[in-house]
């Protein structure tokens, strides 16, 4: 009589030994633990980075050193909140720094010029941004083009308008309402200066993160980020979810162009040359893919503050700006490779 006879591949044991001992090398371990856990990876860099630099030059873990460094995250932070939500779409704003510019300079101006009250301003600014959202999320919606292509477009519109607008001109703190440059205002804590910026910027952070991960809105953006036609076919409009996104950016850098505001006290068209590139950074650093549907936004704050140590840690060292910015490329470079690596891990 016959024997039965297996119908299993001859190798089967063998991918089946792999994938174990795939999962339960320390590599794999960590590479698992990174998946997990996004913010992970920045908060033991931030922590490296700070002891380096800390090392390097003892002025680094001054309290007015350290009171710098906040205040710069401030603005790159707020940004990069933008930034983490469209990302998490599996997109990209390369626009957010003009935005932010042409929203302060429409505060400013309007304030100055033209005598409304400071909050009528501000709330100008914010329609600049929601509009500035609305245009973005339109051509990416409806035209169904490529985010990369729609903001690159369209920060040259923004800066052309900027420009147009402003004539060129800086709007000096000292002419514009009080509340304008409120966010400029410090407060002191163990001797480290902390500006009304920085807490409207932690409290923005909050905001969205609870959002995100206690809304059903929050999981209609990882799952439009993660697969658009799976969310589409699990009944989530994802045009609709795309538009919304951004325009809690464009709200979102109205509040940064505030912030920015007080932390320059002022408002000019030269401002945040690197904050798209900076915002870029802060995110996927922080540990969100490229790719959508994986990060959060603590693991940007954590992101942003490593933008801000090496900038500053750089600038101590006597780097010149050009070598500041070639570290920051760089930065991207490893973030993007540990995300791909990342990525790979076996669910």
């Known amino acids: 009589m016959n024997q039965p006879t297996s119908t299993a591949p001859a190798d089967s044991s063998h991918d089946l030994a792999g994938a174990f001992l795939d999962r339960t090398t320390p590599l794999s371990k960590i590479r698992n633990a990174l998946h997990r856990y996004p913010a992970l990876s920045p908060a033991i860099v931030l922590v490296i980075a700070v002891v380096v630099f800390g090392m390097l030059n003892e002025r680094f873990l001054l309290p007015a050193n ?57 709330l100008l600014g914010l329609v600049v941004g929601l509009a500035a959202g609305a ?6 919606t409806r035209l ?15 800066l052309a308008l900027m420009l147009l607008y402003s004539g060129g001109a800086t709007v000096r703190g000292t002419d514009m309402p009080g509340v304008l440059t409120a966010t400029g205002n410090t407060f002191n804590v163990a001797g480290v200066n902390i500006t009304h910026g920085v807490i409207l910027m932690l409290m923005l952070y909050i905001a969205i ?6 809304t059903a809105w929050g999981r209609h953006v990882y799952a439009v980020g993660d697969d658009k036609e799976a969310a589409r076919l699990a009944g989530i409009s994802v045009n609709r979810v795309l538009m919304s996104v951004y325009l809690a950016a464009g709200a979102i850098l109205a509040v940064g162009a505030w912030i920015q505001i007080g932390r320059s006290n002022a408002a000019s068209p030269n401002a945040g040359a690197d904050l798209n590139l900076d915002s870029i950074t802060a995110v996927v650093i922080g540990g969100t893919s490229l790719f ?20 500053n840690g750089l600038s101590l060292a006597g780097l010149d700006v050009l070598w500041q910015t070639f570290a920051v490329g760089v930065l991207i470079i490893i973030a993007v490779s540990v995300d791909q690596w990342i990525r790979k891990v076996r669910k």
């Open 144 to 158: 169904k083009l490529p985010p990369f292509i729609v903001t690159l477009g369209t920060l040259n519109i923004f």
């Open 135 to 140: 245009f973005n999320g339109f051509l990416v």
């Open 66 to 122: 350290l009171s710098l460094i906040t205040q710069q995250v401030a603005v790159v932070g707020t940004l990069a909140i933008a930034q983490t939500l469209i990302i998490l779409t599996a997109g990209i704003d390369l626009s957010v720094g003009a935005v932010m510019v042409l929203a302060s300079i429409v505060v400013a101006q309007t304030s100055t010029q033209m005598g409304l009250p400071g909050f009528l301003g501000l």
């Open 209 to 214: 993160a609870l959002i995100l991960g206690k």
């Open 292 to 311: 959508g549907g994986r990060g959060t936004v603590w693991g940007t704050l954590l992101g942003a503050l490593i933008v801000g140590v090496f900038r």
